[in-house]
């Protein structure tokens, strides 16, 4: 076999490169393109490397995914850093912000920023805790952001929200009495 300099050697990733990239005219891709007529030619002078294999990134398992909702459940008022949750199953930081993104489809932030809301949104409508408290009971800043957050995902600020929910629930209430049915 005839060792072939350095300088003369492609690879399939460079011929991909020519291939695909727009830049290159014509001329030049109608080169590279009859590459594969060259390397049937001379087949022991062409040093094709294959591609590297894709990263395999598995999901959490089920024992994974119960031990981190609970953590954030009990800690929603506290901070949930990344690193606390991924030495909690047991994964390097990177790889578990990998692979609870594929387990829930959407990151651990937004996660975490889901289940305040949701914790919010029960709040509101639960208790008559002012906006700061609640904001602090879901483990957010201030009132400030809370507003923030709420408005961007609902679309409403939290006390308009909160009157919405007061509205619906008492006109839906039930009549005590049938004479009230009579008047309706």
């Not at 007061?166 to 839906?172: F, I, K, Y």
Request: aromatic share 10%; proline share 7%; net charge positive.
């Amino acid at each position: 076999m005839v060792p072939v300099p350095k300088q003369n050697r492609l690879s399939v990733d460079k011929l991909r490169y020519y291939v695909l990239d727009p830049q290159f005219n014509n001329s030049v891709r109608n080169q590279v393109l009859s590459f594969p007529i060259v390397v049937a030619s001379y087949p022991e002078q062409i040093e094709i490397k294959p591609l590297p294999k894709p990263r395999y990134c598995g999901s959490l398992t089920i024992w994974q995914r119960r031990r981190v909702t609970q953590y954030i459940e009990e800690n929603l008022s506290n901070i949930i850093r990344i690193e606390d949750l991924a030495d909690l199953v047991r994964l390097s930081p990177g790889y578990f912000t990998t692979t609870f993104k594929t387990a829930f489809g959407i990151s651990p932030y937004q996660y975490i920023i889901s289940q305040r809301l949701d914790m919010a949104k029960y709040l509101l409508q639960n208790t008559n805790l002012p906006l700061c408290e609640i904001a602090i009971d879901c483990g957010l800043s201030d009132q400030s952001h809370l507003c923030n957050l709420f408005r961007r995902t609902f679309g409403m600020s939290p006390s308009k929200w909160r009157k919405r929910q007061d509205g619906l629930s008492s006109s839906v209430s039930a009549p005590t009495n049938t004479s009230e049915l009579a008047i309706r």
